[in-house]
């Protein structure tokens, strides 16, 4: 990412983060591109015929980046939302994170 479009990036996402208690997603951008990268790859892979196996260890490769990006989102989710939740006087808040989490797993 470029320096000034990386700028502009952390100058919106400031101004996104005073307006809501949220971690910042942002920095993910470059790694949903390339995902999105893959996915447009597979695409191709398919409509020019290449080999079973070749697309497959694509999907693979897509999936694993892809689990990769959730689980950086989770983290960030734990170490923010969910900290705070446990730190605010209001219990409920704590209770909630945590049924948050539960029902996301049980997916």
């Not at 470029?2 to 993910?28: A, L, T, W, Y």
């Not at 893959?38 to 290449?50: H, L, T, V």
């Not at 960030?76 to 945590?98: D, M, P, T, W, Y």
């Given at each position: 990412m470029s320096k000034q479009i990386e700028g502009k990036v952390h100058s919106i996402?400031?101004?996104?983060?005073?307006?809501?208690?949220?971690p910042?997603?942002?920095i993910d951008l470059p790694?949903?591109?390339?995902?999105?990268?893959q996915i447009d790859g597979i695409e191709k892979m398919i409509r020019d015929g290449r080999y079973c196996i070749e697309i497959v260890q694509q999907i693979k490769a897509a999936r694993s980046a892809m689990l990769s990006l959730e689980n950086a989102i989770l983290k960030r989710h734990l170490e923010n939302c969910v900290q705070s939740a446990?730190?605010?006087?209001k219990s409920?808040?704590?209770?909630?994170?945590i049924d948050e989490i539960i029902e996301l797993l049980e997916r």
């Amino acid at each position: 990412m470029s320096k000034q479009i990386e700028g502009k990036v952390h100058s919106i996402s400031r101004r996104v983060m005073k307006r809501i208690n949220q971690p910042n997603h942002f920095i993910d951008l470059p790694r949903l591109n390339k995902i999105s990268g893959q996915i447009d790859g597979i695409e191709k892979m398919i409509r020019d015929g290449r080999y079973c196996i070749e697309i497959v260890q694509q999907i693979k490769a897509a999936r694993s980046a892809m689990l990769s990006l959730e689980n950086a989102i989770l983290k960030r989710h734990l170490e923010n939302c969910v900290q705070s939740a446990f730190g605010s006087a209001k219990s409920h808040n704590s209770s909630k994170k945590i049924d948050e989490i539960i029902e996301l797993l049980e997916r």
